[in-house]
């Protein structure tokens, strides 16, 4: 816990790191929902309204039956706020977290910090992990207070057509507690393992978008599918995720190596 | 201080390659418990790797070595808690303040905020400890670097070119410290390409050249192996008298230095140079034993190995 705890303190020590992180949140979890929902809350059967309702009208019994609301602009608001912009609760943290992971070992070895801990009695293990926890911390904290924010906001907008505040939803609950926090994880023991390969932390980067765009993808379509239908499949696809996650944690820890800290390795 | 069967630290024929770079070679030394031991080479001689061997941070592909009686490859963890490493330029969380850095080396090392506390003032940085180290002068680091090294009391210290870019005075003062450390009892290991930085605190020397130890042994073992005759130091106030000096028997060598110094079969020849150079007229002011320095022993060695590499 260490090596989580100096590394976080000096992340939020870092303006040039945590004001971007809020700008992100901010901008995906406020900014684009309070306009996005305060525009369909203010139409009155338009295209939009029209388009959302046809598809509402093609999706399964068990999701449209899930849809809420008494008129067309309602539940068009419902649709939005509920579904669409869910996925948004997993690019935040996955790119939050990338961005920090993928400098976290590679970072060590260019500042030349690395020297130390590599001559330090911490374990190998136990560096990769208090990177990992370093790396996943800002990712899913800015997810939960933007969730936070972006619930009342849904509340806000679209509860009063709704008869009250009804976010989150289930789906969501289980989203947001359960299957976020594996799937960055498993993004993340992979990113570090290319921190740990990579000369700098330019290639670093590059490297861990070539992980995070396909998890991102695949996330994108179960958090969809979690909050379209939060039963047990949500549990489960959760709980999957968890044990890969835990896998390719466990595998990551080990492969570690101490001289993979130093700075150049034939330097003499 | 015990003795070289007691090591601190033997290499036995270790090997380390990068690609294609032998960064050491077969090599072997001793460094005594309770000694000041130094590294000694020019850059790239194999010195930082040899450190980075001794903790475990990188692994030999060939040979033993033990630290404290332990292998780094097996013990490693043991190693490094026994261990104070300062490397050649010292590197922090440099957004974090002083006192935030050696808190987080207190706690990896098992150490208290008391020893912190301890190590900073007793390398006078206890004032720049509420400072972020992003604004800390080399000095201030170095000094900071050397307080964490310390912090949980090491057996060993391996100090890897500590005094890089300081100025003179800090340099002298860092010095100091190791020599307090090492009147201590502590076991330090020094690597420097400085040979003034050496002079007077080194209890054993390991000339490293090219990933081999060219010779190792106690600084005065060392100048009677490769500078075994003796040398005297002469001056008079009417200096020609001493010329007379080459055509002496028992006089192998004599080069002029601000006085002359003469080389010498042996010292039993003195007494009758004396009364020689007396009778030639010469009014002595000066006859004293040449103490070869590190320096004048570093390339006297440096000179020896080449001779025997061609």
């Not at chain 1, 500042?111 to 800002?138: C, D, M, N, Q, W």
């Not at chain 2, 808690?81 to 440099?94: C, E, I, S, W």
Request: charged share 20%; with cysteine.
């Amino acid at each position: 816990m260490a090596m989580a705890g100096a590394d976080l303190r000096r992340l939020f020590k870092s303006k040039d790191y945590w004001i971007p992180l809020m700008l992100m949140a901010g901008l995906f979890f406020v900014v684009i929902p309070f306009f996005s929902l305060s525009m369909i809350g203010s139409l009155e059967n338009t295209q939009f309204v029209d388009q959302v309702t046809q598809i509402v009208g093609q999706l399964p019994d068990s999701v449209s039956r899930a849809v809420a609301g008494e008129t067309p602009t309602a539940r068009a608001s419902y649709v939005v706020a509920v579904f669409l912009l869910a996925p948004i609760a997993i690019i935040v943290p996955l790119t939050i977290s990338a961005a920090v992971g993928s400098n976290a070992i590679v970072g060590e070895r260019e500042r030349g910090t690395g020297e130390f801990l590599a001559h330090s009695p911490l374990k190998t293990s136990e560096i990769y992990l208090g990177k990992l926890i370093a790396s996943l911390v800002p990712g899913y904290l800015a997810t939960f207070v933007g969730f936070s924010l972006y619930a009342v906001i849904v509340n806000l907008t679209v509860g009063p057509s709704l008869g009250g505040w009804f976010f989150p939803t289930r789906g969501w609950l289980i989203l947001i507690v359960w299957v976020i926090p594996p799937f960055i994880a498993i993004a993340l023991s992979l990113i570090l393992r290319l921190s740990a390969r990579v000369r700098s932390a330019a290639a670093a980067q590059q490297a861990s978008s070539l992980v995070t765009l396909p998890i991102i993808i695949v996330s994108y379509a179960v958090a969809a599918g979690v909050v379209a239908s939060p039963g047990a499949s949500g549990l489960w696809i959760g709980a999957v995720a968890w044990v890969v996650a835990g896998l390719l944690i466990a595998r990551g820890a080990s492969t570690l190596k101490r001289d993979r800290l130093l700075g150049v390795a034939s330097e003499t | 201080m015990k003795s070289e069967m007691d090591p601190a630290i033997r290499f036995s024929a270790v090997t380390k390659v990068f690609g294609r770079i032998r960064a050491v070679e077969s090599l072997d030394f001793v460094a005594p418990v309770g000694a000041v031991t130094v590294l000694l080479g020019p850059n790239g001689a194999g010195k930082t790797t040899t450190v980075r061997l001794t903790t475990g941070a990188l692994v030999a592909d060939h040979g033993n070595i033990e630290v404290l009686g332990l292998h780094p490859k097996t013990d490693g963890d043991e190693i490094r808690r026994r261990t104070g490493v300062v490397p050649p330029k010292p590197a922090f969380y440099d957004q974090l303040t002083g006192w935030e850095n050696l808190q987080f080396a207190a706690r990896i090392f098992a150490g208290t905020e008391a020893a912190a506390h301890d190590a900073a003032e007793r390398f006078a940085i206890e004032d720049a400890l509420d400072q972020e180290v992003g604004g800390y002068s080399t000095g201030m680091r170095t000094r900071l670097a050397l307080a964490r090294a310390v912090i949980h009391d090491p057996e060993v210290l391996l100090l890897d070119e500590p005094t890089a870019g300081l100025d003179p005075e800090s340099a002298r003062s860092v010095l100091n410290l190791i020599a307090e450390l090492a009147s201590r009892g502590r076991s330090i290991v020094l690597c420097t390409h400085l040979l003034h930085e050496a002079e007077g605190i080194a209890d054993h020397v390991v000339l490293m050249s090219e990933g081999h130890a060219r010779a190792a042994g106690p600084p005065k073992e060392l100048a009677s192996r490769y500078m075994p005759d003796p040398i005297i130091i002469f001056d008079a106030e009417n200096r020609q008298s001493l010329n007379q000096l080459a055509d002496f028997e028992g006089v192998i060598d004599i080069q002029w230095n601000g006085g002359i110094h003469a080389t010498l079969k042996d010292l039993d020849r003195l007494p009758d140079l004396i009364a020689g150079l007396v009778d030639g007229g010469a009014r002595l002011t000066r006859v004293e034993p040449l103490v070869p320095t590190l320096e004048e022993l570093y390339f006297e060695m440096q000179r020896s190995h080449r001779e025997q590499d061609a």
